[in-house]
């Protein structure tokens, strides 16, 4: 069997992206915020509870999480669904029309929640999180704050700001000792670092491994380091499309180290070879960035 990490799987994928691409569709009529009802066939429906994480069939006892919905929808094996569930990560289902209708924030909000929040600094709560829980130096960590990337989040966490192509911060990563999320009513494009010349994008699942692989790699004057917030959103393609069009450009799928990571790698395999431009993939010797540049520091004290 594939090496898949199950929980990340289940955080990363939802019932409806799995419903969605199967073929279902929403009943609005017979649906809540807090049920969705998918119809396919005559009889066939499946209600998706739990935000999106959990499911069950009215029509049987038949219920359980996305993984036991893959099996459901026709995988003959657990193998077989985590290999559907893994194939979708990054794929974002559509919004019924009364999320759609509902959204708590405007642009205007979220780029003022965003301004509201300080600039991590040195011997900040947020600071001291990237710097000595994951690692991350003190300079690359002075990189972001400078290039406008990152914010102090509540309680010890980081917000690292997605913006969209015009430089607007859409959404941002949070991220902290006991928290991990996406803003709320925010829109995901890419959290990147580095020059805006680069030639080189290194694209990662995750904002504080775009600063660990910079770290690592001593931030290379010809590299952009981006993040995907583990998602795929429109603005998110459009932006390494853009970017992929380049004269001379280099895309750098550094995504996990697993299943996963090679699912998102596929797909800028794609979009490179598309736009004619060179292609790389690039492992950590653990299971992400910021594992690896953890690990690579923890070798140099005890060899200290």
């Not at 290999?83 to 559509?94: I, M, T, W």
């Not at 699942?205 to 790699?217: F, N, T, V």
């Not at 931030?219 to 390494?240: F, K, N, V």
């Not at 790389?280 to 960035?289: F, S, T």
Request: proline letters at 6%.
């Amino acid at each position: 069997m594939p090496r898949y990490d199950i929980d990340a799987l289940k955080a990363a994928v939802t019932c409806p992206a799995l419903l969605e691409t199967n073929g279902w569709k929403v009943d609005l009529r017979e649906s809540t915020p807090r049920a969705i009802k998918y119809r396919r066939g005559e009889g066939e429906i499946i209600v998706v509870i739990h935000q999106g994480r959990g499911w069950f069939d009215p029509t049987s006892d038949a219920k359980g999480d996305v993984l036991s919905l893959a099996q459901r929808l026709g995988s003959p094996d657990f193998a077989s669904a985590a290999k559907a569930v893994a194939d979708l990560v990054g794929f974002e289902p559509s919004a019924p029309a009364w999320q759609r209708k509902s959204k708590q924030y405007s642009p205007g909000a979220i780029i003022s929640r965003w301004s509201e929040r300080a600039l991590p600094r040195p011997g900040s709560a947020a600071w001291s999180y990237l710097t000595l829980t994951r690692a991350i130096p003190e300079a690359v960590v002075s990189a972001a704050v400078a290039a406008g990337r990152l914010r102090e989040g509540p309680k010890g966490s980081i917000w690292a700001g997605h913006f969209d192509a015009s430089g607007i911060v859409v959404g941002w990563e949070e991220r902290g000792p006991n928290w991990r999320g996406f803003a709320r009513g925010g829109g995901k494009a890419l959290f990147s670092i580095g020059s805006d010349k680069a030639l080189r994008l290194c694209v990662t699942e995750a904002a504080i491994d775009a600063m660990s692989l910079a770290a690592l790699e001593e931030r290379r004057p010809d590299s952009a380091y981006a993040s995907t917030g583990g998602g795929w959103a429109p603005s998110t393609e459009s932006q390494i499309r853009a970017f992929a069009s380049r004269p001379g450009a280099q895309i750098v799928a550094a995504s996990d180290g697993n299943d996963q990571g090679d699912t998102y790698a596929e797909r800028l395999r794609h979009i490179a070879a598309e736009a004619g431009a060179q292609y790389l993939r690039l492992w950590p010797d653990a299971e992400d960035w910021n594992e690896h540049i953890q690990q690579s520091r923890a070798g140099q004290t005890s060899d200290g």
